[in-house]
Protein backbone atom coordinates (compact mmCIF):
# COMPACT_ATOMS: atom_id res chain seq x y z
CA UNK A 1 0.00 0.00 0.00
CA UNK A 2 1.19 3.47 -1.12
CA UNK A 3 1.43 5.97 2.01
CA UNK A 4 0.08 9.42 1.51
CA UNK A 5 2.39 12.35 1.80
CA UNK A 6 -0.98 15.15 2.06
CA UNK A 7 -0.05 17.77 4.88
CA UNK A 8 -4.13 17.68 5.78
CA UNK A 9 -4.01 13.60 5.95
CA UNK A 10 -0.83 13.80 8.26
CA UNK A 11 -3.12 16.02 10.72
CA UNK A 12 -6.15 13.80 10.55
CA UNK A 13 -2.99 10.80 11.32
CA UNK A 14 -2.03 13.17 14.32
CA UNK A 15 -5.46 13.73 15.11
CA UNK A 16 -6.42 9.62 15.48
CA UNK A 17 -3.27 8.83 16.96
CA UNK A 18 -4.41 11.04 20.10
CA UNK A 19 -7.67 9.51 19.74
CA UNK A 20 -6.79 6.31 19.42
CA UNK A 21 -4.73 6.56 22.76
CA UNK A 22 -7.04 8.45 24.64
CA UNK A 23 -10.33 6.46 24.31
CA UNK A 24 -8.01 2.80 24.16
CA UNK A 25 -10.16 1.34 27.10
CA UNK A 26 -13.48 2.38 25.68
CA UNK A 27 -12.88 0.64 22.52
CA UNK A 28 -13.30 -3.21 24.17
CA UNK A 29 -16.60 -2.31 25.76
CA UNK A 30 -17.94 -1.82 21.96
CA UNK A 31 -15.88 -4.59 20.03
CA UNK A 32 -19.04 -6.97 20.37
CA UNK A 33 -21.75 -4.72 19.75
CA UNK A 34 -23.64 -1.25 20.40
CA UNK A 35 -26.54 -0.39 22.13
CA UNK A 36 -27.60 3.27 22.28
CA UNK A 37 -30.63 4.35 23.10
CA UNK A 38 -31.04 7.64 21.39
CA UNK A 39 -31.12 7.95 17.20
CA UNK A 40 -30.66 11.05 15.61
CA UNK A 41 -31.37 12.05 12.28
CA UNK A 42 -29.33 15.34 11.72
CA UNK A 43 -27.71 17.53 8.97
CA UNK A 44 -23.97 16.59 7.23
CA UNK A 45 -22.96 20.02 8.49
CA UNK A 46 -19.86 20.46 9.90
CA UNK A 47 -20.72 22.79 12.66
CA UNK A 48 -23.46 20.46 13.81
CA UNK A 49 -21.54 17.38 15.90
CA UNK A 50 -24.41 15.69 18.40
CA UNK A 51 -21.70 13.84 20.22
CA UNK A 52 -20.46 17.67 21.18
CA UNK A 53 -23.51 18.80 21.36
CA UNK A 54 -24.92 16.59 23.75
CA UNK A 55 -22.07 15.94 25.78
CA UNK A 56 -21.85 12.18 24.99
CA UNK A 57 -19.21 9.69 24.04
CA UNK A 58 -19.04 6.74 21.37
CA UNK A 59 -21.39 4.13 22.15
CA UNK A 60 -24.13 6.28 23.46
CA UNK A 61 -25.61 8.30 20.30
CA UNK A 62 -27.01 6.24 16.69
CA UNK A 63 -26.32 9.24 14.56
CA UNK A 64 -27.52 9.29 10.77
CA UNK A 65 -25.93 12.49 8.57
CA UNK A 66 -27.70 13.80 5.41
CA UNK A 67 -27.66 17.17 4.06
CA UNK A 68 -30.89 19.22 5.57
CA UNK A 69 -31.78 16.07 7.94
CA UNK A 70 -33.90 14.84 5.54
CA UNK A 71 -35.44 11.00 5.69
CA UNK A 72 -36.55 10.83 1.94
CA UNK A 73 -34.17 8.25 0.59
CA UNK A 74 -34.35 4.64 1.10
CA UNK A 75 -30.53 4.48 2.36
CA UNK A 76 -31.73 7.12 4.51
CA UNK A 77 -34.70 5.73 6.21
CA UNK A 78 -32.98 2.09 6.46
CA UNK A 79 -30.52 3.49 8.13
CA UNK A 80 -33.03 4.88 10.85
CA UNK A 81 -35.07 1.40 11.23
CA UNK A 82 -31.69 -0.35 11.81
CA UNK A 83 -31.35 1.76 14.89
CA UNK A 84 -35.00 1.67 15.76
CA UNK A 85 -35.88 -1.85 14.96
CA UNK A 86 -32.11 -3.91 15.25
CA UNK A 87 -30.39 -1.06 17.83
CA UNK A 88 -33.81 -0.53 19.63
CA UNK A 89 -33.21 2.78 20.12
CA UNK A 90 -35.72 4.32 22.35
CA UNK A 91 -35.79 7.88 21.13
CA UNK A 92 -35.05 9.26 17.76
CA UNK A 93 -34.54 13.27 17.23
CA UNK A 94 -34.88 15.05 14.10
CA UNK A 95 -31.72 17.65 14.73
CA UNK A 96 -32.44 20.40 12.50
CA UNK A 97 -30.07 23.83 12.84
CA UNK A 98 -30.44 27.62 12.36
CA UNK A 99 -28.43 28.90 9.03
CA UNK A 100 -28.63 25.34 7.68
CA UNK A 101 -27.26 25.70 3.92
CA UNK A 102 -29.36 23.03 2.54
CA UNK A 103 -32.68 25.14 3.62
CA UNK A 104 -31.18 28.40 2.32
CA UNK A 105 -30.41 26.81 -0.77
CA UNK A 106 -33.70 25.50 -0.89
CA UNK A 107 -35.19 29.29 -0.36
CA UNK A 108 -33.16 30.60 -3.48
CA UNK A 109 -33.45 27.72 -6.19
CA UNK A 110 -36.40 27.41 -8.65
CA UNK A 111 -34.71 23.45 -10.05
CA UNK A 112 -37.80 21.57 -9.57
CA UNK A 113 -35.73 18.42 -10.34
CA UNK A 114 -33.24 18.58 -7.35
CA UNK A 115 -35.21 16.29 -5.13
CA UNK A 116 -33.61 17.91 -1.94
CA UNK A 117 -34.42 21.48 -2.20
CA UNK A 118 -37.83 20.72 -3.52
CA UNK A 119 -38.38 18.15 0.08
CA UNK A 120 -37.07 20.79 2.14
CA UNK A 121 -39.51 23.50 0.56
CA UNK A 122 -42.47 21.21 0.90
CA UNK A 123 -42.07 22.24 4.56
CA UNK A 124 -41.88 25.88 4.33
CA UNK A 125 -45.89 26.44 4.39
CA UNK A 126 -45.74 24.47 8.32
CA UNK A 127 -43.75 27.55 9.47
CA UNK A 128 -43.30 30.48 7.14
CA UNK A 129 -41.70 32.10 9.62
CA UNK A 130 -38.95 29.78 10.57
CA UNK A 131 -38.11 27.60 7.69
CA UNK A 132 -35.13 25.39 9.75
CA UNK A 133 -37.90 24.60 12.33
CA UNK A 134 -40.32 23.86 9.69
CA UNK A 135 -37.81 21.78 7.14
CA UNK A 136 -37.96 19.35 11.17
CA UNK A 137 -41.61 19.46 11.55
CA UNK A 138 -42.19 18.29 7.99
CA UNK A 139 -39.93 14.83 8.67
CA UNK A 140 -41.26 14.39 11.91
CA UNK A 141 -45.05 13.93 9.63
CA UNK A 142 -43.38 12.42 7.22
CA UNK A 143 -40.90 10.00 8.70
CA UNK A 144 -43.74 7.40 10.16
CA UNK A 145 -45.53 7.45 6.91
CA UNK A 146 -42.57 6.49 4.95
CA UNK A 147 -41.81 3.78 7.22
CA UNK A 148 -44.25 1.25 8.57
CA UNK A 149 -41.46 0.10 11.31
CA UNK A 150 -41.08 3.29 12.78
CA UNK A 151 -44.76 3.90 12.70
CA UNK A 152 -45.02 0.79 14.02
CA UNK A 153 -42.90 1.27 16.76
CA UNK A 154 -44.45 5.14 17.67
CA UNK A 155 -48.11 3.00 17.60
CA UNK A 156 -46.73 0.65 20.48
CA UNK A 157 -45.01 3.16 22.49
CA UNK A 158 -42.04 1.63 21.64
CA UNK A 159 -40.42 4.63 19.80
CA UNK A 160 -40.75 8.66 20.65
CA UNK A 161 -40.32 10.86 18.04
CA UNK A 162 -38.90 13.86 19.04
CA UNK A 163 -37.62 17.69 16.81
CA UNK A 164 -34.87 19.47 17.96
CA UNK A 165 -33.45 22.99 16.20
CA UNK A 166 -29.45 23.67 17.25
CA UNK A 167 -29.01 27.37 17.87
CA UNK A 168 -25.21 27.84 16.15
CA UNK A 169 -25.29 30.93 17.90
CA UNK A 170 -25.25 30.08 21.09
CA UNK A 171 -25.15 26.36 21.16
CA UNK A 172 -28.45 25.60 22.61
CA UNK A 173 -31.11 23.44 21.88
CA UNK A 174 -34.71 23.87 21.66
CA UNK A 175 -36.69 20.30 21.13
CA UNK A 176 -40.14 20.01 20.76
CA UNK A 177 -43.04 17.44 19.08
CA UNK A 178 -45.16 17.83 15.86
Known amino acids: MKKIKDN ?7 GNKEYSKKNKNIFKKFLKG ?20 FNKSIGELFVIRVAGNIALDSTVIKSIE ?23 ASE ?6 D ?11 LDPDNHFRANILRQLNMLPKRSKI ?9 LTLI ?16
Open 150 to 158: INNKIKNKK
Open 82 to 104: YGVDHLKVSHLIILGHTNCGAVK
Open 8 to 14: LIEELES
Open 115 to 125: VLFNEIKESFI
Open 34 to 53: QSPKIAILTCSDSRVIPEYI
Open 163 to 178: GALYNLKDGQVDFFID
Open 108 to 113: ETNDEK
